[in-house]
Each structure stands twice: as C-alpha cells, then as structure tokens.
C-alpha cells in the first residue's frame, strides 16, 4: 500500500514567519511531487511541483525534495492570513503500467494576524 | 485558456435514486481523473479515464461508474445512492495523466452532491 503522510494539524504560524509543511511517501521509485493548497469549500490550487531532489523556489514559496530520505516539504516565507488553508501533498507513484497520484490528508494552516 | 468545469455544482438527491456528474478538461488534456472528497477523509481517488479508456480504479463499488467521450469530456454516474455518498465529487486535467511520470492535474471547482 503506497501511503502518503502528513501531519493533520492545524499547525499554527504567527504573520510574517516562516511555515513549514512536511509530507514523507512510501514508495522510492516515486517520480514528481506535488504541493497543493485548498481553502475551505474550495477545490485544490496546484502551486508547486518539484521533481528533482533539491530546493525549488517560486515567489515566497520553497518546495524541498529529498529522495533518499523519502520527503517533501513546504516553505512559506512571510506568512500572510490568506495563506491559511489545507495544504495536500501529492506523490506520482508508478502502477504495474502507468502512474497515480496518491494524496496525504492534508495539513491545516493558521496565520495568526 | 479556459479551466475545468464541472456540471451541475450542487445537487439534492435523495436515497436510491442515481446521479450524473459531468466534467469538461482544459482544452487539449485527454486526462480526466475523478475524486470524492469529505471532511475529515482527504481525496479519494475514484478513477481515471485517458483518450475513452478508464487507466486507473480507485477502491469504491461498483454502483461508481464513469466514461470519457471523444472530445474528453467526461461524466461520472453514481446509482442507488445512499447517505455516505454525499461529499464533493472533483474532476481533475492532465495532459498525459497517469501516462506521464510527472501527471501534473489542474482541478475543477466540484459538484457538492448532498444525499438526503
């Protein structure tokens, strides 16, 4: 069973830190990862993807790959109260013939003001 | 260019009748994934269809069933419904889907289906 994990939160940041999500995956031959954010009654907005080991960076956001120690994590730099939502990991995993994305639970973030 | 759109975007039904869901890619993708989200279970992965054929199966019952036309739309039909199936249903677009190691999926804003 490939497993995708996440802390469920919320994990809670004051406005201005720096916030931290952390997601570790199960299967090794894992290809391309994924972060997601999705306010509540929304539908997930992709806004990161990483697919070599290493730090990509986009705006205030820094998606970090470590394949040998099987994770990924989410940095957001000058946390803002509109960054609150539920951040979801997802891993591209090979199948007997193709891939699947399989999905963490998510975890929930709180700026405090 | 356009998102993905999902029809109809809330929906009452009640216990044993059946519903259709129907999913519109972003222009070009020929993936279509569906999932079905509740509070507190994350997404559940339903199934995949890619150029009419289904790739992938998530684990639900049978009575979950889907399609993909020619021009990659597809629709999801749920029947017999019962109360747990009320949740929000998405659609996600990829352009290769579970064909590419890298399967990047863009979702649409769902259809809330409350079963009563």
């Known amino acids: 069973q490939k497993e995708v994990e996440q802390n469920s939160g919320p994990l809670s940041v004051p406005e201005g830190a720096i916030a931290s999500l952390n997601c570790t995956y199960s299967?090794?031959?894992?290809?391309?990862f994924f972060w997601y954010r999705q306010y509540s009654g929304k539908s997930p907005e992709l806004i990161m993807f990483?697919?070599s080991n290493g730090d990509k960076e986009d705006g205030r956001f820094t998606a970090q790959l470590n394949k040998a120690s099987q994770y990924v994590s989410l940095l957001i730099r000058d946390s803002q109260p509109s960054d609150s939502a539920t951040y979801l990991c997802?891993?591209?995993?090979?199948?007997?013939?193709?891939?699947?994305?399989?999905w963490g639970a998510g975890t929930k973030l709180i700026i405090k003001p | 260019k356009a998102g993905v759109t999902q029809t109809p975007r809330y929906l009452i039904k009640t216990r044993g009748q059946q519903v259709t869901l129907s999913c519109s890619p972003i222009?070009?993708?020929?993936?279509v994934s569906w999932y079905q989200q509740t509070p507190g279970q994350g997404l559940q992965f339903l199934f995949e269809?890619?150029?009419?054929?289904?790739?992938n199966k998530g684990n639900f019952p049978g009575r979950f069933s889907g399609r993909q036309f020619s021009n990659s739309r597809s629709e999801m039909n749920v029947s017999t419904l019962e109360l747990g199936d009320s949740a929000l249903y998405l659609c996600?677009?990829?352009?290769?889907?579970?064909?590419?190691?890298?399967?990047?999926?863009?979702f649409g804003p769902g259809t809330r289906l409350t079963v009563l």
């Open positions: 222009s070009g993708h020929r993936s």
């Open positions: 996600a677009s990829s352009l290769a889907g579970g064909g590419s190691s890298y399967n990047e999926q863009f």
């Open positions: 990483i697919y």
């Open positions: 997802a891993v591209n995993s090979p199948t007997d013939s193709n891939y699947q994305l399989i």
């Open positions: 269809y890619f150029s009419e054929t289904q790739r």
């Open positions: 299967d090794r031959g894992s290809q391309s």
